[in-house]
C-alpha cells in the first residue's frame, strides 16, 4: 500500500481509496512490465555478451522508478554456467516485482469484485516458489517462466499481468463517471455536485499557482449519508485533506507531517468560525518522519449559500500548503521564523503563493542580488534583515513574492524577474545604506547643539541668571554626548553588515572624540562665574566657539554630500564635499590662532587663577574638538575618494 493510501486509510475513508489505488495499480502495471523486460534483456545479454544491448533506461524513466542504478543491471549480466545468471538487484527486481503484482490486485479487492480472490490465489501460488537462488542469482528457466506468455504450460507472471490489467480497464470505466471541474467522483446525489464544483472552483482559482508541482489531485464520493471530498494537497507522504459534508456542516480532518505547516493551515481560517479539534500527534513506521499529526474541524454554516462559500475557500487555500516548509525554511535564511511564517501567510492572503519564489531560485536569487547590488561586500552568514532592517527586509520579499508569482504566471524569462529583483533591491540596499549616513548625520548635529550651546553662552553673559544658563548647557551638553556616544554604538552593532558598515563605524570611532571634547569645554563653562569673566576674555572664547559651530555645520554639509556622491556620483556634490572638508582643515587652524589669543588674554588679566585655569581648559577643549573634526573629515575625505577610485 501507498503512503499517500496508507494516510487516507488511517483517517477511516477506505470508500476514498478506490480511484487511489487504481492510480496505483495502473502504475504498478507500468513497473511490473519493465522489471519483467529488464530480467529478459538481462538474461539475454548474459548469454551474447558481444551483441548490442539497451539500458531500458528511457523504460525506467517512463515508469517512474528512480533509482537510475537499475540502468546498469543489463551491461552487469553475466552467465556463471549452463543455466545460472548473476543480474545485479535481482533479489530487489523480484521483491518489488511482487509487490507491483500486488498493488495491481488491491483495488479489485477494495471494489469487492469477485475476480479479486483468484487473482491473489494465483499471486501466492506463483510466490510459492523462490525465484532467486539463496546466492542471489538466477536460473534462465525461471526468468523464462516468470516472462512465458503461453498459457499451456501454466501460469506465469506475464500472464496474470496482462489479466489484471484488462481487469483494472474495467475497473477504471466502472467507478469513473463524472469529472467536475477536475475533481474525478462516483456514486454522487444531484445536490452533491454544486457542492463539489463550490469547492473546485476556490481549487481551480488558485490552481495556475501551483506551476508544474505534481498534488492537488480531487476525488468526491458519496458513503453513509455523507459526501466525501478528498483531496491529497502536494507530494508528501502524509498529506491529506478529507472532507466530510453533511447538511449545511462541513468536517475537515487533516492530517501532515509539519506541525507547522498544520497550525499554519488553521490560521488560514481564522475569520472563519471553524471549531477546531485537539491536534493529534501519531506514529508510523512508514513514513520518513516516523510521525503525522491530524487535526478536524468543523464549520457550521447558517445555509447552503455560506457552505458553498466556505467549500471555496478550503479549496482555494490548499495550494498554499505545498512545499510549505521548505518554502519556510528557505525564507528562515533571509528573516526570523516568525518573519517567515508572517511572509508565507501574506502570500497566503494576497493569492500570490510560495511556489513561484522556490521555482526561480528562492533565498539564491535574493542571495544573489544582494552580491550584485553590493559588489561583493557582504559579511558571509549575514541575514536580509541585518542588512536592510526588518520592516525594509520584509517588504522587499514582499515584492519578490509577488513579483515571482505574477511573472511566472505571465511567462516572463526567469532572467527577466531575477533581474527586477535587483533592480528592486538596489534601491533597498541604497535606502540602508542612506540611513548608515544617518547616523554620521546625526552624530554631526549633536556636535553642532553642543557647540552652538557654547557659543550662545559665551555671547550673551548678562544678568543674573547667566551661572543658570551656564549650568543648563552643561546638563544639555552632558545628554546629547550620551546620545552621540549610542550612535557610535548603534554603528558597531551594523559593522559587521558590510563594508560600508564598517566604514560608518570607523568615522564615528573617530568622530566620537568631538562631542566629548565639546562636553568637556561645557563642563568647564559651568565652572565659570560670569560677573568675573572680563570682555577680554569672553570675546575670543567666544569666537572659538562660534569657529568650533562653523566646523560642525561644515561636517555636516560634507555627509549631506556624501550622501549625493553615494546615489548619483554628481561632479556637483563632490567639488562642494572637497570644499567643506578643506573649509574644517582652515577652521582647525583658526581654532589654533585663537586658542592662543585666549591665552595671550589669560597672562595679561588679573582674574583669580583659578577661574584662570578654568578659561584655559575651556580653550583647550574647544581647540581640541576643531582638531577631532578635522581628523574626522579627512577620514570621510579618504573613504569617498577611496570609493570613487575603486569605481570601474
Known amino acids: 500500500m501507498g503512503k499517500k493510501t496508507r494516510i487516507v486509510a488511517a483517517l477511516g475513508e477506505i470508500t476514498l481509496l478506490l480511484p487511489s489505488l487504481l492510480n496505483e495499480a495502473l502504475a504498478a502495471n507500468d513497473r511490473a512490465k519493465y522489471r519483467l523486460t529488464l530480467l529478459q534483456s538481462a538474461k539475454a545479454r548474459a548469454d551474447l555478451p558481444a551483441a548490442g544491448f539497451s539500458t531500458l533506461s528511457a523504460e ?3 515508469c517512474a522508478i528512480p533509482d537510475p542504478r537499475y540502468d546498469e543491471v543489463v551491461a552487469g549480466s553475466v552467465k556463471h554456467d549452463a543455466d545460472a545468471y548473476a543480474i545485479p538487484r535481482a533479489p530487489q527486481i523480484c521483491s518489488s516485482l511482487q509487490d507491483d503484482l500486488s498493488a495491481m490486485i488491491a483495488p479489485l ?5 469477485p475476480a479479486a480472490l483468484p487473482f491473489r490465489q494465483r499471486l501466492d501460488h ?31 507472471v506475464h500472464l496474470l499481468v496482462m489479466e489484471l490489467h484488462k481487469a483494472l480497464n474495467r475497473l477504471q470505466a466502472a467507478i469513473s463517471t463524472e469529472n467536475i471541474s477536475g475533481a474525478s467522483t462516483y456514486g454522487l446525489k444531484s445536490g452533491d455536485r454544486a457542492l463539489v464544483a463550490a469547492f473546485m472552483k476556490g481549487l481551480n482559482r488558485t490552481l495556475p499557482l501551483k506551476f508544474d508541482h505534481p498534488g492537488l489531485g480531487t476525488t468526491a464520493t458519496r458513503a453513509g449519508g455523507k459526501l466525501i471530498i478528498q483531496n491529497d494537497i502536494g507530494a508528501t507522504d502524509a498529506h491529506v485533506l478529507v472532507l466530510h459534508v453533511e447538511g449545511v456542516s462541513a468536517t475537515v480532518t487533516y492530517s501532515d507531517n509539519h506541525l507547522p505547516r498544520l497550525l499554519f493551515f488553521q490560521n488560514m481560517f481564522a475569520r472563519w468560525q471553524v471549531d477546531w479539534g485537539e491536534v493529534l500527534s501519531r506514529t508510523d513506521r512508514a513514513f520518513e518522519s516516523g510521525v503525522y499529526h491530524l487535526c478536524l474541524g468543523t464549520f457550521a454554516a447558517r445555509d447552503k449559500a455560506e457552505l458553498k462559500r466556505y467549500l471555496a475557500q478550503l479549496g482555494s487555500r490548499l495550494v498554499f500548503l505545498i512545499d510549505w516548509n521548505r518554502a519556510r525554511k528557505r525564507l528562515q535564511l533571509l528573516v526570523s521564523r516568525p518573519d517567515a511564517v508572517a511572509l508565507l501567510r501574506w502570500a497566503a492572503e494576497s493569492e500570490l503563493g510560495h511556489l513561484a519564489f522556490l521555482k526561480a531560485g528562492g533565498e539564491r536569487m535574493v542571495f544573489d542580488a544582494l552580491q550584485f547590488v553590493a559588489g561583493g561586500t557582504l559579511t558571509l552568514g549575514i541575514s536580509l534583515d541585518e542588512i536592510l532592517g526588518r520592516e525594509a527586509a520584509l517588504s522587499y520579499l514582499q515584492f519578490i513574492l509577488k513579483t515571482c508569482a505574477q511573472g511566472m504566471l505571465n511567462q516572463k524569462p526567469l532572467a527577466l524577474i531575477r533581474d527586477e529583483a535587483r533592480v528592486e533591491l538596489y534601491r533597498y540596499y541604497h535606502d540602508a545604506q542612506q540611513n548608515l549616513l544617518d547616523l554620521a548625520a546625526n552624530h554631526a548635529s549633536l556636535a553642532i547643539e553642543i557647540a552652538t550651546g557654547i557659543r550662545d553662552g559665551l555671547l550673551t553673559v548678562s544678568g543674573p541668571e547667566t551661572a543658570s544658563r551656564f549650568e543648563r548647557i552643561g546638563q544639555r551638553a552632558k545628554e546629547w554626548e550620551r546620545k552621540a556616544d549610542e550612535l557610535v554604538i548603534r554603528a558597531r552593532e551594523l559593522a559587521p553588515q558590510s563594508e560600508q558598515a564598517a566604514a560608518i563605524r570607523q568615522l564615528l570611532e573617530v568622530a566620537d572624540d568631538i562631542p566629548d571634547e565639546l562636553e568637556d569645554a561645557a563642563f568647564h563653562l559651568t565652572l565659570l562665574i560670569p560677573e ?28 549631506e554630500n556624501a550622501r549625493g556622491i553615494n546615489r548619483s556620483g554628481s561632479p556637483d556634490d563632490m567639488r562642494d564635499f572637497l570644499k567643506a572638508v578643506h573649509r574644517m582643515v582652515a577652521i582647525e587652524e583658526q581654532s589654533d590662532t585663537s586658542e592662543r589669543l585666549v591665552r595671550k588674554a589669560l597672562v595679561t588679566s588679573d582674574i583669580d587663577y583659578r577661574q584662570s585655569f578654568v578659561v584655559a581648559q575651556c580653550a583647550r ?6 582638531d577631532a573634526l578635522m581628523h574626522t573629515g579627512m577620514t570621510l575625505r579618504d573613504q569617498i575618494l577611496g570609493k570613487v577610485v575603486e569605481k570601474p
Do not use: F
Not at 479487492?109 to 469484485?113: I, P, R, Y
Not at 577643549?621 to 576643531?626: C, G, S, V, Y
Open 532 to 559: 568675573q569673566l572680563p570682555e577680554e576674555l569672553r570675546l575670543p572664547l567666544a569666537a572659538l566657539a562660534q569657529q568650533l559651530v562653523d566646523s560642525s555645520r561644515e561636517y555636516l554639509k560634507a555627509i
Open 109 to 113: 479487492e477494495a471494489a469487492a469484485k
Open 60 to 62: 525506467r524513466i517512463a
Open 621 to 626: 577643549k574647544l581647540e581640541a574638538a576643531a
Open 126 to 156: 506463483l510466490c510459492s516458489t523462490p525465484w532467486c537462488n539463496e546466492d542471489g542469482t538466477m536460473t534462465g528457466a525461471r526468468i523464462s517462466w516468470l516472462g512465458a506468455a503461453d498459457a499451456a504450460p501454466g501460469d506465469s
